[in-house]
């Protein structure tokens, strides 16, 4: 894990806390990981590892499952949204590519 990352995306919140924090059950929150709704990273010893991110869609999956919406479809919006992010990140760097292109920034 080479890059600096936010302190909202570091993995460092066990489960325990995430259910205190987010009102969850420990069995409500592996059963969304297991619906590949959450991943969490995983200790030496196992123990899984969330970040504050994590805490923020938990939330927002919860809320969503409580307004009637299927684990499914929230995976499916998920991976729409996954997508539609990665897009605009791909068209962001042929701008910069193609401004930099034009005034002869290159990067090192």
Known sequence: MGK????KDKKVITIGIVRD????????IRYYEERKLIFPERSPGGSRK???????LLMEIANKI???????????????????????DVRRKMIQGQLNAQFGVRKK
Not at 21 to 28: A, H, I, M, P, Y
Not at 66 to 88: S, V
């Open 4 to 7: 600096d990352l936010s302190y």
């Open 21 to 28: 924090l987010t009102g969850l059950s420990e069995r409500q």
């Open 50 to 56: 969330f970040s504050f991110s994590d805490v923020e």
């Open 66 to 88: 409580e307004d009637g919406i299927q684990t499914h479809d929230i995976r499916k919006e998920m991976l729409r949204e996954q997508k539609k992010h990665n897009q605009e």
